[in-house]
């Protein structure tokens, strides 16, 4: 027997550690927040155990059924976006344990506020991935906005303020533009449970206009392009743990809640030119972040222009699901591979950077020469991502990308694969452009006797931002098992074999 | 569905485009953060409108989420004056510095 | 026991975790040599046949041993073996040895998952790890020049990788499998894909004109890097056309011709430049590029005319193992001879006449290796490739009486007398090549070669070419031209660098306006966009 209050632990749990977050004094708080970004993640596996012996799972907390209270759903995809947040979820936590040094008495009071704002994005984040209703996801889509605003706050420069309001602005316009859509939608068919929207598929006015309006504001909030200015400024000055929660969780999710709304059942309303328009931008997205990646002097930027490109990948799939695809469950599998190893890569990416910038006091590549031989670890946890962000074997966006060019190429859109491939030749170019700005030696002798002394704890950053990059690697050898998950209850129709 | 609904419903589409047409426009942050608000009320009257439509009382459930919308709105619009408030304070700071 | 074939490749990867860890630092970089011998004892002991299918793992991986898997093992772990002990000798006391020995067990690592692979995504994950890993031993050193080297064979790398990932995906849509011999059985009509698997693997190679690469990397690269890049890892093209293309059973006329000027003008081209090289390691490229060249051409003539494919392969395995040993010996030499002595003038003579087709030696032999081709071409080719290997020929000793012009010892420097222990060893594993297998031929050792009739003189043309390189000699010309290497590189002018900068601007000026737009009209744009289309389509 399931207890009715599984699913609710992996959102619960986050908050509760956020309000303890707030309330602990600040010596207790680093260890508090090991132990419970720990505890938050062990509570999928009970919800995964559960999945796996019974099948995708519905509860109603506190006992209130639709069409006035929220249900809890959770099927394979959601389980599998479950365990890629809490696997960012720890790694973001005990690096940041270690990046929040203690420091002066101005700086502590904004780090301090960290906490809270991260588990309350987790718990958000969590909520996201197993809600069933579009209105819930408008209200955790908000949350995780305005924990947003305040992560990018932290950082306490003009910069930073600057690019939270601009964050701001553009996610309270895209929620309102949400909202709408969702009313119109209710309207029409009386109905907010993705499941049950299931049975009112005939488009109409309203309903075609509802999902208009929630798949522009779900755009902006996944970054893409042409509405991603947002992103690449809000990292510039935000500390590293920051940028990895916002690349990484942020923008993965809005774009999971977008292919959740459509692949549910909506989906059909939307015409073929609309899948196209999608993969066209998401095209669009994926040259122009790589070329102007190619163009950034700072790390923290490439990277970020670099989250800009990826997102693109990931709305081809959108081009790609209209029409007869040879495998649509490897399809399906191959987009949920790639956001997830993303995810998780650019998270890793972000925290060397973070290890980097701390050492050596800045971020700008010009400045960084010779970093390889001081921070060795920070350059193999950056090789290690890159190895996924490029697309390379043995990595799990290799995994996605194989399935979406195959797709690409059997629906006879070559140009997508091309693009795709395209792609894959811009991150190399603009990763590699950093590798060999961190092995240059420097200019001048002199500068040895500069030398800064490592932060002490660069061990501890290094570590979780290595396992979220090896996260990326391993499941390779053994695909079968999220395989499998990703089968249970899953939208798309499953092929025969494994 | 009576005529006032349409009416309603067609008038906060307006008033959102209005809103949404201010935001574009205007580069005050000032200013956008009242037509980010007008963009607001147009949506939650359009909302508020389509609830009343059919026979018998106004469906609540619309009602739930305008009422969810409106805390929304609000509380993003305190925390964007909020914010503008402070970056006036470094940025006349940062001023002096220089 | 079949788990042994893809240990043979993680087993490098071992070593460099203990190149890592904190308490055998110090002593981890002895143990590189180690690194390859499972691939060496797997190559001589495991049988033909053995099979491993792990279903689960990257997209249905599967491994194989058989007749060409084993020959490239045996070749490319001997290699890596005498590379590593190479780097262990001279490299034992480098301040940043831990940056050359963690590219260089990871490059090994994709080198060895290479031979026995018999599914495409483990092959191209042995072939792409490969490729990047090099990258980090060309630009070990660290200067200008060995970083545009790298920037250089990134280029190509990136442009490999995108010429072959399509047409392995192609192929695997096509055969509904990952199988690398489903996908060479299944080429039923020559499309896109082969020829993009083709000319992908070919970059490897240093096809030309995209050679370029080649004769930047080997110099900057040190010595044992050098010596695996030419000697194992550009060999690896050769593996991936002896898999994938259609050898034997289908004719491919046009690709192959195509495929098979360029080769050709790799050939000569290749044996020209090495003539006005002024580097030792830059000319060792070139010939490099010339032999392959030669390879790429047999198989070629193996795609055109699938009755001549059995011999081509032969030859070209034959010509794999003698290019590996020779020239990895020779890179080797290259930078250590001129502190030896005697011994040394002698072994690096041998070694040279061996390469240049001296009679019984090496390279003599793979002249009847080709032999058997003659018989089953048609004329026109017959005559093409009888004319190029004696061009060769006689091209060949004055390039390597320049080489050994600049290598030659001169005793000065400190000796190092584990590297040229290592290095002897490395010459007469390459001497000793042909003797072996005339051996084997006459005593009938089971090592399914055809037996081979007569004395190998090698070509004629050996012979002019020793005359006319003796009276260049004796009449004390020097060569006055040097041509720089990376030849048509050179041809990428100063100003394209201009345009880049203009372009780059242009987007981030760009990029700026399209930010500074208040409120996002990008954003009304694109919500425009999705609601005409949304409500257009209403019926």
Redesign the interface.
């Known amino acids: 027997m399931i207890p009715p209050w599984l699913l609710t632990l992996p959102v619960a749990l986050p908050l509760a550690c956020a309000l303890l977050a707030l309330t602990l004094p600040a010596p207790w708080t680093g260890r508090w927040v090991r132990m419970g970004s720990l505890l938050c993640a062990l509570t999928i596996f009970p919800c995964i155990r559960a999945l796996l012996q019974h099948g995708p799972i519905r509860q109603n907390p506190g006992g209130w059924g639709a ?2 209270g929220i249900q809890l759903y959770l099927d394979g995809p959601s389980a599998l976006f479950l365990i890629f947040a809490a696997l960012l979820g720890v790694g973001v936590g005990w690096y940041a344990v270690a990046y929040f040094t203690p420091g002066k008495a101005g700086t502590r009071a904004r780090q301090f506020l960290f906490w809270p704002l991260w588990f309350v994005t987790w718990a958000a984040v969590n909520s996201l991935f197993l809600t069933l209703d579009l ?1 819930n996801i ?2 955790s889509m ?1 949350l995780v906005s ?1 924990a947003g ?1 305040g992560l990018i ?1 932290i950082a306490g ?2 910069g930073a ?2 690019a ?2 601009q964050y ?3 996610t ?2 895209a ?3 949400y ?2 859509g ?3 939608v ?2 029409a068919t009386g109905n ?1 449970d993705l499941h049950l929207l299931r049975d009112y598929l005939e ?3 309203l309903k ?2 509802g ?3 929630m ?2 504001g779900l ?2 909030k996944a970054a893409l392009f ?2 991603h ?1 947002w992103l690449p ?1 809000a990292h510039a000055d935000a500390p590293a743990p920051v940028s990895a929660i916002l690349s990484g969780l942020v923008v993965t999710t809005a774009f999971v809640m977008l292919s959740k709304i459509w692949f549910s059942g909506l989906g059909v ?3 073929v ?2 899948h196209l ?1 999608l993969g066209a ?1 998401g095209s669009a997205g994926i040259l ?1 972040g790589g ?2 990646a ?2 950034q002097r700072r790390l923290k930027r490439i990277l970020a222009y670099s989250t800009v490109s990826q997102v693109g990948y990931l709305f081809l799939v959108f081009a790609l699901t209209f029409q007869d695809t ?1 495998d649509p469950a490897r399809l399906w599998s191959g987009a949920v591979y790639l956001a997830i190893s993303h995810g998780l890569a650019k998270g890793a990416a972000f925290m060397a950077a973070g290890v980097l910038q701390k050492h050596e006091g800045t971020d700008q590549l010009s400045l960084l020469r010779g970093a ?2 001081r921070n ?1 670890g920070a350059v ?1 946890v950056l090789a290690v991502a890159s190895i996924n962000l490029m697309g ?3 990595s799990l966006g290799f ?1 996605g990308k ?1 399935w979406m ?2 797709s690409a ?2 629906t006879g859109q070559g140009g997508l ?1 091309v693009i795709l ?2 792609g ?2 811009l991150s ?2 603009y990763l ?1 452009r950093v590798f ?1 700005a961190l ?3 420097k200019e001048t002798e002199s500068s040895v006797t500069e030398e800064r002394p490592a932060p002490p704890s660069r061990l501890g950053m290094l570590l979780p931002a290595m396992l979220l990059a090896l996260a990326t690697l391993l499941p ?6 999220p395989n499998r998950i990703l089968s249970i209850g899953s939208p798309v129709p499953q092929a025969s074999t ?1 | 569905m009576t005529d006032s609904t349409v009416v309603y419903a067609l008038a906060g589409i307006w008033i959102a485009m209005l809103g949404l047409r201010s935001l574009l426009v205007n580069r005050d942050h000032f200013k956008r953060i009242v037509a980010a608000n007008l963009l607001g009320s147009g949506v939650f009257l359009t909302l508020v409108a389509l609830a009343g439509r059919g026979e018998g009382a106004a469906d609540p459930i619309p009602h739930g989420m305008i009422l969810t919308g409106i805390v929304v709105a609000v509380s993003g619009t305190g925390l964007f004056l909020a914010l503008l408030g402070r970056l006036r304070e470094l940025e006349s700071s940062e001023e002096e510095e220089t | 026991m079949s788990w042994l074939l893809p240990a043979t490749a993680l087993f490098p990867l071992l070593l460099l975790l203990i190149q890592i860890l904190p308490g055998l630092k110090r002593h981890a970089f002895h143990a590189l040599p180690l690194a390859a011998l499972p691939a060496l004892a797997a190559g001589i002991w495991l049988p033909d046949g053995l099979e491993l299918q792990l279903p689960h793992v990257l997209m249905d991986a599967a491994w194989r041993m058989d007749r060409i898997g084993r020959v490239f093992l045996l070749f490319t772990s001997l290699g890596w073996w005498i590379a590593s002990l190479f780097s262990v000798a001279t490299l034992k006391d480098h301040p940043r040895k831990q940056a050359f020995a963690i590219p260089f067990l990871v490059a090994m690592s994709g080198n060895l998952l290479l031979p026995s692979a018999a599914d495409s995504v483990t092959f191209y994950t042995g072939f792409t790890v490969m490729g990047f890993a090099s990258w980090g031993l060309i630009v070990f050193n660290r200067s200008p020049e060995a970083f545009r080297a790298g920037r250089i064979y990134l280029s190509i790398v990136l442009l490999g990788e995108f010429l072959v990932l399509p047409g392995l995906i192609k192929g695997s849509l096509a055969t509904n499998s990952f199988s690398m011999s489903a996908l060479q059985a299944h080429w039923d009509e020559p499309g896109l894909a082969v020829a993009l698997l083709a000319i992908g693997f070919a970059l490897k190679a240093g096809l030309f004109p995209l050679h370029v690469w080649l004769p930047l990397a080997h110099p900057a690269a040190p010595s044992p890097a050098s010596a695996v890049l030419s000697g194992c890892m550009i060999k690896t093209a050769l593996l991936a056309w002896l898999r994938l293309l259609p050898l034997g059973s289908l004719s491919l006329e046009s690709l192959a011709q195509t495929l098979a000027v360029l080769a050709t003008l790799g050939i000569i081209g290749g044996a020209i430049a090495a003539l006005f090289q002024r580097g030792a390691k830059a000319l060792l490229a070139y010939t490099s590029l010339s032999k392959m060249g030669l390879m790429l051409l047999l198989l070629c003539l193996g795609l055109s005319i699938p009755e001549a494919a059995e011999a081509a392969i032969l030859a070209v395995l034959y010509l794999a193992v003698f290019h590996a040993l020779h020239k990895g010996a020779l890179f080797l030499g290259s930078t250590l001879t001129p502190s030896m002595g005697i011994l040394g003038r002698i072994l690096l003579l041998l070694l040279c006449a061996s390469y240049c087709g001296m009679p019984f030696l090496g390279g003599a032999l793979a002249k009847e290796f080709i032999n058997p081709l003659y018989t089953v071409v048609p004329a026109g080719w017959a005559e093409t490739l009888s004319l190029l290997l004696l061009l060769e020929a006689m091209l060949s000793p004055a390039i390597f009486f320049r080489f050994a012009r600049m290598t030659w010892p001169q005793q000065q420097g400190k000796r190092n007398p584990f590297a040229e222990l290592v290095w002897s060893l490395a010459v007469l594993f390459s001497l000793s090549l042909t003797l072996l297998l005339f051996l084997a031929a006459r005593l009938d050792l089971p090592l399914r070669l055809p037996p081979l009739k007569g004395i190998p003189l090698g070509d004629p043309g050996f012979f002019c070419g020793v005359c006319l390189t003796a009276l260049y000699a004796a009449a004390g010309l020097r060569s006055a031209r040097n041509l720089p290497p990376g030849d048509l590189i050179q041809l990428i002018p100063a100003s394209s660098r201009r345009w880049n900068l203009r372009v780059r601007l242009a987007f981030k000026g760009l990029e700026q306006q399209l930010n500074q737009s208040p409120g996002g009209v990008a954003f009304l744009a694109v919500m425009l966009l999705v609601l005409t289309l949304m409500m257009i389509s209403l019926p």
């Open positions: 069409p006035l209105f408008y209200v908000e305005i605003v706050l420069s003009s303020t600057r939270a309001l701001q602005m553009q309270l316009v929620g309102l533009i909202l709408l969702v009313g119109l209710y309207n907010l488009p109409g006015p075609n206009a999902l208009a309006l798949t522009a755009l902006i042409p509405m200015f400024k309303l939307a015409p030119s609309l328009a931008l122009w070329i102007l190619l163009q040879p390889a031989l060795p193999a390379l074997p043995p995994v194989w060019i195959k190429i059997y694969a491939l395209l894959g030749l190399g170019a590699f060999e092995l240059r030696p390779v050898l053994f695909l079968s098992v494994p």
